[in-house]
């Protein structure tokens, strides 16, 4: 099922409202709706959509401080890469690169929006795109036809508009080379780097870095948005009572952990809330500069940035009435999540985290760090895959997870199996139940986190069905139905709510 967010729906006395039309997750980006929300700089509308402004040549955020320009000079667009396409440049001011992404449920077209998420995730980076049109089974013409019926624009603009706002965060923000920016942000070469950024925005790099004083050595630092109202205390509360030994740890209303791309590029990064803004502050080591794209889409789907409050609230309702904030944490790392969900089945959430910290002791690389409680990254599927039951099992595992943690392992290190937001979902869900070892419930749990799906429901939990007052798994699935298609977020409250009353 799906829902229609309009902007053109307004109540009697003039305040915006999210409406539930057709049952499709599609914007409608009515001009006249467009830009009184832009006159408003209504932060519910921040990424949704951007304006070209005709009498600057510069594309902006709905929430831009800037002066609001003349209604006959703008033209609203769905996203960051169709106003480049026209023509437009990004505004330095309100930076579209730092807006909230668009959750997943809201692109029209299965085979397009797992095509963009892959182009997010790098699929073109070191690839062909006839090679990965025929990876999702289609052909490169059918695959660039389907993208462009639905964001205007061909994969590989999508690709280079990417690129583009990479580079100009890693300039803004950093005091990375403009050689490494180059490497970092996806161009084979400085020469054809300079060549694009100066077509496309007419500036050059180095002119671009002078318009704000960067940060410090060490580390580096960057802000991405979301949209309110968040509940970071909750999240937070999540993520620390699951954290794993020497990999994450919560102080101080702030998430450390470590991450690890490749031997060299290891490091920290560290994500709290910027106050008097609808932001997270993400602070890196600065070993981890060449893999900065990565940790900026891996952190925006670990806390549910993209999430839309106001629809889920209103198709929540009652349920989410006490936090409308409420986020579903997402994965760092697809594997990851999809280890410590096998690992957690029938036991506790500690003990699910005792094991997990074994498992990092034995298996996870080793990561120097300034904070005594990080110290080695989560073992990735490769590792896994070349380990025995045996080895497994001398951790505390018993021998049925053992084998389904390798078995999943293997799966992801030939690429059988992709944990990543896009990915088809019923496909994946189907793909892990057969492996002996994992059921409906380890399968919605993975579905839900490790591919960010908003609809996953695990409704056999025995969480769940205790707050709906059931043991019927099958009574609790169709109590869900009201919640569709944010069941994600339903089982979220409905875990919040148990916990709280006791």
């Known amino acids: 099922m799906e829902v229609t967010t309009s902007l053109a729906h307004v109540s009697e006395n003039g305040e915006f409202r999210f409406a539930d039309l057709n049952h499709t997750l599609a914007m409608t980006l009515e001009p006249e709706a467009c830009y009184r929300a832009l006159s408003a700089k209504d932060s519910r509308f921040d990424g949704l959509f951007f304006v070209g402004v005709e009498s600057t040549g510069i594309y902006c955020r709905c929430v831009c401080t800037a002066r609001t320009p003349k209604r006959q000079n703008c033209t609203f667009f769905a996203n960051a890469a169709a106003a480049e396409h026209a023509g437009f440049r990004p505004c330095l001011l309100c930076r579209p690169e730092a807006a909230p992404g668009r959750s997943r449920v809201d692109a029209v077209g299965r085979l397009a929006t797992v095509a963009v998420r892959r182009i997010e995730d790098g699929a073109l980076t070191d690839t062909s795109l006839a090679a990965f049109a025929e990876e999702l089974g289609v052909t490169d013409r059918h695959l660039r036809r389907a993208v462009l019926s639905h964001y205007g624009v061909t994969p590989h603009e999508l690709l280079q508009t990417q690129r583009l706002l990479v580079a100009k965060r890693l300039l803004t923000d950093t005091r990375m080379p403009i050689g490494e920016v180059a490497t970092a942000s996806g161009f084979a070469s400085l020469r054809r780097f300079n060549a694009v950024f100066r077509q496309r925005y007419r500036l050059s790099p180095s002119g671009i870095r002078k318009t704000k004083k960067p940060a410090g050595a060490d580390s580096i630092i960057f802000e991405t948005g979301y949209r309110a109202p968040y509940d970071w205390h909750s999240i937070l509360d999540f993520l620390a009572s699951r954290a794993v030994p020497q990999v994450e740890f919560v102080r101080d209303g702030k998430y450390l952990r470590t991450a690890a791309f490749s031997e060299r590029v290891r490091g920290w990064i560290a994500v709290s809330p910027v106050q008097g803004k609808n932001a997270l502050r993400v602070e890196a080591s600065a070993d981890l500069a060449p893999a900065i794209p990565q940790i900026l889409r891996r952190v925006r789907r670990l806390f549910d940035t993209a999430s839309e409050p106001e629809i889920i609230a209103e198709v929540l309702g009652d349920l989410a009435q006490d936090r409308p904030g409420l986020r579903v944490p997402g994965a760092f790392d697809g594997f990851e999540a999809a280890t410590r969900a096998i690992l957690g089945q029938q036991i506790t959430v500690s003990g699910a985290r005792t094991l997990a910290g074994r498992l990092v002791a034995q298996f996870g690389p080793s990561i120097e760090t300034p904070y005594p409680a990080l110290g080695r990254g989560f073992p990735g599927a490769e590792e896994i895959a070349k380990a025995s039951v045996d080895d497994i099992g001398s951790l505390g595992v018993v021998g049925k997870r053992a084998k389904a943690l390798i078995a999943v392992a293997q ?90 009353a006791h």
């Open 411 to 500: 799966a992801v290190a030939t690429k059988e199996l992709r944990l990543l937001p896009g990915s088809d979902v019923q496909e994946t869900t189907d793909r892990l139940c057969r492996i002996e070892g994992i059921g409906p419930w380890t399968a919605q749990y993975i579905a839900m986190r490790a591919l960010s799906y908003p609809d996953a429901f695990p409704h056999s939990d025995l969480g769940i069905l205790k707050a709906l007052g059931t043991r019927d798994p099958k009574e609790a699935f169709a109590n869900a139905e009201r919640w569709r298609p944010w069941r994600a977020y339903a089982a979220l409250h409905l875990w919040r709510g148990l916990s709280a």
